[in-house]
Each structure stands twice: as C-alpha cells, then as structure tokens.
C-alpha cells in the first residue's frame, strides 16, 4: 500500500511540473469551485433572483414605516364664462390660486388599517364680473385633517403579503445554498473527469513507450534470425494500435477539458491541467447519525415547509372573494381662510367625518366554495411532495451508505488487482526478452496493467465522490465529523456581482 500511495503521490508531481513547464493554468478543485461560484450561469441566475427577492422584501418593509410627501402647485390661472343657475346670469370667473400638500400616511401592521394626516396651505385671488358689477377675494387658506380607514370583518392583507414575501425570501436562500451544494457535486464529477483523463494518457503513453521497447526488442531478434518474422509483425499492430489508442485518450482529454471549463465559466480556450491527491482511507460511517442529521437539516424539506405556508397563505385570499366585508373611515379636520395670514384661524370651521360600509354578499353560485376546494387540493399536493421528499431522503441516505460499504471492498479489489497485474507483467516481460512469449501475449499483459490502474484510480474517486454525495445529502461531513452550515445569508458584496 505504501509503495502504491508513494507511486500515486510521484505521478502528481511528475503531472504538476509536466503541465507547469508548458505554460498551463493549474486548477485544484477548490480553485475550481472558487471560479463556479464566481462565474456559474446557475449559480448567478440563483443570487439574482435572491437579491430580488431581498429587495421586495425590503420595500414591503420600508413601506410600512411613515411615509412623506409634498405636492406644490406654485401657480394656476384660469379665466371662464359661467353660468349661475340660482341667479339664471352668466358670470365671468377669473381665479389665481398657489397652494402646496404636506401628507404623512402611517400604515397599521397590526390592524391592515391606515391613518393619514394632510395639510394643504393655499392663497388665492378670485374675481368675478356679472353684468357689469365687480366682486373679488383675496385670502389664505389652510385645511388640516387627520382620517383612519379601516378595514372590518376581512383578514390582514398587509401581514399576508409581508410573510409571503419572507417565505419566498427564505426559499431564495435555500435555493442558493442548495445550487452551490449541487455546484460542488457537478464541480467536483467534471474535475476528476479531467484527472482519470490525464491519467489515461499518461499511462497510454507508458504503454506505447512499453510497446515500442517491446517492438525494438523483436525486430533485433528477427533481424538476427532468432525470432519468427510473424511476431515482428504482430508487433507493429500492437504498436499502431497503442499509438492509436495514446491518440484517442488525448482526444478525450481535450473534449473532458472542455466541457469542464464550459460548467465552471473559464475560457475554453485556455489551457489547463488539474492537480489533486486521489488518496483516501476509508472511514467507518454511523448511518443513524446521517439519517438523523439529514432529516433535521436538508434544506429540500424546509422548501417543502414553505410550499405548504404559501398555500396556507394564498387560502386567505380565497376565501376573501365574495366575503362579508365593512370598510371605516373616521375623519377629523379644521380649516380657516382669511386675507391676513396671522388671522386664518380666526374662525376655524371644525370639519369631521364618519363613515362605515358593508359588502354583503348575496350568492355566488357555489364560486367561492370551489375556489376553496382547489386550494385545499393545491394544500394536500403540497403536503404530500413533503413526505415523498421524507422518504426520498432516507433512500438516498440508506443507499449512499450501502455505496460506500462496497466501494472499500472495491478499492482492496481494485488495489489487489494492480499489485498483481504488475507483478505479472513484470514476469512476462522478461519471459518475453528471453523468447518464451510472443509480442501478442506480452501486450495482453500490458493492456490487463493498464486498465488495473485506471481501475484503481477510479476506484479512488468512486469513494471521494461519494463521500461528497453523503455529506451533500446528509449535510454532515464524515471525513471531519463537522456538520455542513449552509449559506443562509449572502455577503452584500456576492449580491452586487
């Protein structure tokens, strides 16, 4: 084993100062998954759509604090021909009025109510001519007023709308903590993708150096008459097939290459190699405590939790069409005018109001209680995905671990195999110096270590992989026995990229 991980550990850095000295750009895979996060499409379409969701948020709640504004109208002039029907005269109106609009409006959390206070100060100069006798006023004007409008007998639409905007702000943040694990996973497949693609050419290389040692050896034999001319010939087949297949393992290094850069957002045409430790000890996982973790924690059952209240939420709504309803409106004022200023409210005018409204519905021909029937389906359908994603879960949990089980005994196959297969081609290959095995046997031999060593290679990363699926499904990692906080808040500077 030791001897294995000493080999394994010498390959890497033969690879980092192969690929180092051609100019290329070394990834690791956590500088991979820095790249993703920074320049993946889906992680990107996710933090957008999380930051909208903030914003709306944010508004909803800017907007139940005290709002200001001020309307001015400086000047306004207008001269007409009217018409007086309790003098049956016409009369010619000219009014030059200037006037400005200060209103705080305070919305009620509490009760979906509102109260407003407004104040409009003014001047104006009205002048009017009826047959030939001459009337005008000068003055100023204020009108201030407090009013509450009050909804009755109907549920809070402001309190609604504001839990509906948090819940849909939560399930933003969990999308995005759910992408990234996702991310991880796809970022970390395609990574070792491009690594068991290296090595395959490296060790395709090997072959074909290995091949070409073997061809030289049994063209000096034939050459020397030691050897039938047949197995120079067979040689060269295995030679052009060893070249062929050291080609198509850089084909498919490249293509690997490719489509790891396109997923993580870099420049396909910039040239990079990988560099990663592959080595792994396996370890002993408690099952019960993934279970556990994994249902208390995955993020994928807390969506369905808010499925579940948004449709809640949206039952209010329905059963608000044609609902019994009262509106109140209260209102309490005082105005003045006077051509002094000081003076206004030398005789204010006291100017209350009260108001009350009902809707009452009469027949709606079984509209309402259908509506409440299709909500109630959409609540059933909800709860329903919750439990299948219960279930889901403790499959994929269950299933991970018998996974890993077999992927250590695979890992002692896969490492048997390659010891022997060496051992074997060792033997054979001196067999093969010595004329005791043809060129078609020994490249048998060749083609068995070959494939022995990518099995073990991949048998590695079976487990590394798959380590990375029960600590994304579980949300606990074994490897450091730490459980996996997701991202629950984004740093303000990720919401503006």
Not at 93 to 112: C, K, W, Y
Not at 195 to 224: F, G, P, R, W
Not at 335 to 355: C, E, F, L, Q, R
Not at 373 to 401: E, F, G, P
Request: aromatic share 8%.
């Amino acid at each position: 084993m030791k001897r294995i991980t000493s080999l394994l550990s010498l390959f890497c850095m033969l690879l980092f100062f192969q690929f180092e000295s051609q100019g290329q750009t070394i990834l690791t895979l956590e500088k991979a998954m820095e790249i993703a996060v920074a320049n993946s499409p889906a992680i990107q379409s996710t933090v957008l759509n999380l930051q909208r969701t903030t914003e709306t948020l944010n508004a909803q709640k800017a907007g139940l604090k005290s709002k200001f504004a001020l309307s001015l109208n400086p000047i306004d002039y207008s001269q007409s021909r009217k018409f007086d029907s309790r003098t049956s005269q016409w009369f010619t109106n000219e009014l030059i009025n200037s006037s400005g609009t200060f209103r705080v409006d305070q919305p009620i959390l509490a009760t979906d109510g509102k109260i407003s206070l407004v104040n409009t100060f003014g001047w104006q100069s009205n002048t009017s001519d009826a047959q030939g006798v001459t009337t005008s006023n000068k003055a100023f004007s204020n009108n201030l007023n407090l009013s509450l409008a009050q909804p009755l007998f109907t549920y809070n639409r402001t309190k609604v709308a504001l839990k509906t905007l948090e819940l849909n702000n939560e399930n933003a943040q969990l999308s995005y903590s759910i992408q990234k694990l996702a991310l991880e996973k796809t970022v970390s497949q395609l990574f070792y993708n491009v690594y068991m693609a290296q090595m395959s050419l490296t060790i395709h290389e090997e072959e074909n150096d290995n091949t070409q040692k073997s061809y030289e050896i049994i063209k000096n034999k034939v050459d020397a008459g030691l050897a039938a001319k047949e197995q120079l010939f067979q040689a060269e087949v295995n030679l052009e097939t060893s070249k062929s297949s050291k080609a198509s393992a850089r084909v498919a290094l490249e293509s690997a290459k490719d489509q790891f850069k396109q997923y993580i957002g870099m420049d396909i045409f910039e040239e990079i190699s990988v560099m990663t430790d592959v080595l792994v000890t396996p370890i002993d996982v408690d099952g019960k405590k993934a279970l556990e973790h994994g249902l208390a924690s995955r993020m994928e059952l807390r969506q369905r939790q808010i499925s579940i209240e948004t449709s809640l939420l949206d039952m209010y709504a329905v059963k608000a069409q044609n609902e019994f309803r009262g509106d109140l409106a209260l209102s309490i004022g005082i105005s003045g005018d006077n051509p002094n200023i000081a003076d206004v409210y030398s005789m204010p005018t006291k100017s209350p109001h009260y108001g009350i409204t009902f809707n009452v519905p009469i027949y709606d021909w079984g509209q309402r209680a259908a509506q409440i029937r299709a909500q109630d389906a959409v609540i059933n359908t909800q709860k329903l995905s919750y439990t299948n994603q219960d279930i889901q879960i403790k499959v994929d949990i269950r299933q991970s671990i018998r996974n890993l089980s077999n992927l250590k005994d695979q890992i002692s196959i896969a490492l048997s195999n390659q010891k022997n297969s060496q051992l074997t081609y060792d033997i054979n290959l001196e067999r093969y110096k010595n004329g005791d095995l043809t060129s078609m046997d020994l490249n048998l031999f060749q083609q068995q270590l070959s494939t022995n060593k990518m099995a073990y290679a991949q048998a590695l990363i079976n487990y590394k992989l798959e380590l990375l699926n029960l600590k994304i499904i579980s949300l606990y990692d074994f490897t450091t026995g730490e459980a996996v906080v997701p991202d629950q808040y984004l740093h303000p500077k990720e919401l503006k990229k």
